[in-house]
């Protein structure tokens, strides 16, 4: 039985004060340096450094080329340290890099320090989905997953700020603006490192600020719900179960026709609007709005859960806006003002990929494959990022016309893929629905308890027959 006297409302009243702040900013500070060098492209990053031709283009490939290797050593490590700690020992790693970009000379040293960021960084996603599934219920998660995430809207914000203010500094120095901007965040990065390492709890059962009943109360909310990420142990089983699981596959599809076009325009929107004959202190300022289309977009699909707004219906509404976007940016010629309300509404298309990331956490079920399966999806956003860039051409610009037609088609490839990842589940559930019930009424009529109902839970979802897929 649920714990009495305790007040959900308070209790996680009091979570989200604690952890949910730590995640946004570990989220936040991932992709405002991914922003960075965005607007350092245009305060003379390229001209500093002697590059040319597609080498702006291979810095992102090479940043996303160790995303995508490093996944599955980052879940190792998710798998055999507690998730925050090794958040926070990551992120204080990439905080020294950040800063170091300021020292990079030549294309050679900035190509190395960016490799070694992908690195570093690609732990961001499955920790956060999996210290988000640690705290709360299914349908409490998503909105979480989408404040978080919104790190992301912020992140473009932010940047276009700093940016804005780093061009004021000296130029035709040794230490210009954009090298100034590069250590100011990586200095933050690190104190958002220690707070993290100090303040973010590994686990429900290891937080000081929560009583006995509080925690058993977490516990037994989570069980009840299919959530949570079951017992830390090594399961071999469940790690072979994951290339045959068709989820992983449909979410990693959906992730990189995601995130092509949502990394293609957080990484070179700022250029794109530059080649509209803008100054390079007005593109930043003109690319902010960017960020809060991303963040309303975020807000607005991950709260509608709780008005029950189906998951898979939202990716679909929010590639309408996105679609539009892409259709302006790309074949509109009627002047500035609609292709820059293209690159706006394109933003819709960054909200969908925090679903995604909800869809993994509550619809897989074991410690070991809920970290093989969120790596499969960041190496699914890894590999996206490393196509996006490669569509911009440097002898398409300033029209980038290739890039423009790929965001177009990819944006329609999403709705397709929505719907057959809400098919795959309503046929995954056909029977399994009739097993939950059988399973909650044995817990009612006591033939099986709370524990037994836990052990239940350490099984995969694909082998624990009364699991049900939420969509």
């Keep these: 039985m649920i714990t009495t006297g305790l007040s959900d409302r308070a209790l996680y009243r009091k979570i989200d004060v604690r952890i949910?702040?730590?995640?946004?900013?570990?989220?936040?500070?991932?992709?405002?340096?991914?922003?960075?060098?965005?607007?350092?492209?245009?305060?003379?990053?390229?001209?500093?450094?002697?590059?040319?031709?597609?080498?702006?283009?291979?810095?992102?490939?090479?940043?996303?080329?160790?995303?995508?290797?490093?996944?599955?050593?980052?879940?190792?490590?998710?798998?055999?340290?507690?998730?925050?700690?090794?958040?926070?020992?990551?992120?204080?790693?990439?905080?020294?890099?950040?800063?170091?970009?300021?020292?990079?000379?030549?294309?050679?040293?900035?190509?190395?320090?960016?490799?070694?960021?992908?690195?570093?960084?690609?732990?961001?996603?499955?920790?956060?989905?999996?210290?988000?599934?640690?705290?709360?219920?299914?349908?409490?998660?998503?909105?979480?997953?989408?404040?978080?995430?919104?790190?992301?809207g912020a992140g473009q914000?932010?940047?276009?700020?700093?940016?804005?203010?780093?061009?004021?500094?000296?130029?035709?120095?040794?230490?210009?603006?954009?090298?100034?901007?590069?250590?100011?965040?990586?200095?933050?990065?690190?104190?958002?490192?220690?707070?993290?390492?100090?303040?973010?709890?590994?686990?429900?059962?290891?937080?000081?600020?929560?009583?006995?009943?509080?925690?058993?109360?977490?516990?037994?909310?989570?069980?009840?719900?299919?959530?949570?990420?079951?017992?830390?142990?090594?399961?071999k089983m469940a790690l072979v179960e994951v290339p045959f699981d068709m989820h992983a596959w449909v979410l990693f599809v959906l992730t990189i026709l995601i995130v092509i076009p949502s990394g293609v325009i957080t990484t070179f929107s700022a250029t794109l609007i530059k080649g509209f004959g803008y100054d390079s202190k007005t593109?930043?300022?003109?690319?902010?709005?960017?960020?809060?289309?991303?963040?309303?977009?975020t807000l607005g699909c991950t709260y509608a859960l709780l008005i029950d707004f189906p998951r898979w219906l939202g990716i679909v509404v929010l590639m309408v806006p996105s679609l539009i976007g892409a259709g302006l940016m790309s074949f509109y010629d009627g002047g500035k003002a609609g292709v820059l309300a293209g690159i706006y509404l394109i933003n819709f298309v960054v909200a969908p990929l925090a679903l995604v990331y909800a869809l993994a956490g509550v619809n897989t079920q074991g410690y070991t494959k809920k970290v093989a399966v969120n790596a499969v999806v960041a190496v699914g956003f890894g590999i996206a990022n490393i196509i996006g860039p490669q569509t911009f051409l440097s002898w398409e610009a300033p029209g980038y016309i290739s890039a423009k037609i790929t965001i177009f088609a990819v944006n329609g490839a999403v709705i397709a893929v929505a719907i057959v990842l809400r098919l795959l589940y309503g046929w995954r559930n056909r029977q399994r629905i009739k097993e939950r019930q059988a399973e909650l009424d044995a817990l009612s009529s006591g033939r099986i308890d709370i524990q037994m109902l836990e052990k239940l839970g350490e099984d995969t979802d694909m082998r624990n027959r009364a699991f049900v897929y939420v969509y």
């Design 157 to 235: 914000i932010i940047g276009g700020l700093v940016s804005f203010a780093a061009q004021h500094g000296p130029r035709g120095t040794s230490f210009s603006g954009w090298r100034i901007m590069f250590v100011a965040v990586g200095l933050f990065n690190l104190v958002i490192a220690v707070l993290i390492l100090l303040l973010l709890p590994n686990a429900p059962e290891t937080a000081s600020w929560l009583s006995e009943a509080e925690k058993m109360h977490i516990r037994e909310r989570l069980t009840l719900d299919q959530a949570g990420t079951g017992k830390k142990v090594f399961q």
């Design 20 to 152: 949910i702040p730590l995640m946004f900013a570990a989220y936040f500070l991932q992709f405002l340096d991914k922003v960075l060098i965005n607007y350092a492209n245009i305060m003379g990053l390229q001209e500093d450094l002697g590059m040319h031709g597609q080498q702006f283009s291979w810095l992102a490939t090479a940043f996303f080329i160790a995303y995508s290797v490093a996944e599955f050593p980052q879940g190792w490590l998710l798998q055999k340290f507690p998730p925050a700690t090794v958040l926070g020992v990551n992120v204080f790693i990439w905080g020294v890099l950040v800063s170091s970009t300021a020292a990079c000379q030549n294309f050679a040293g900035l190509a190395a320090v960016r490799t070694l960021l992908g690195v570093f960084e690609a732990v961001i996603t499955p920790a956060l989905i999996l210290i988000t599934n640690q705290w709360y219920t299914r349908r409490e998660s998503t909105p979480r997953f989408g404040f978080w995430y919104c790190g992301l």
């Design 283 to 297: 593109a930043a300022l003109l690319n902010i709005p960017s960020g809060a289309v991303s963040v309303i977009a």
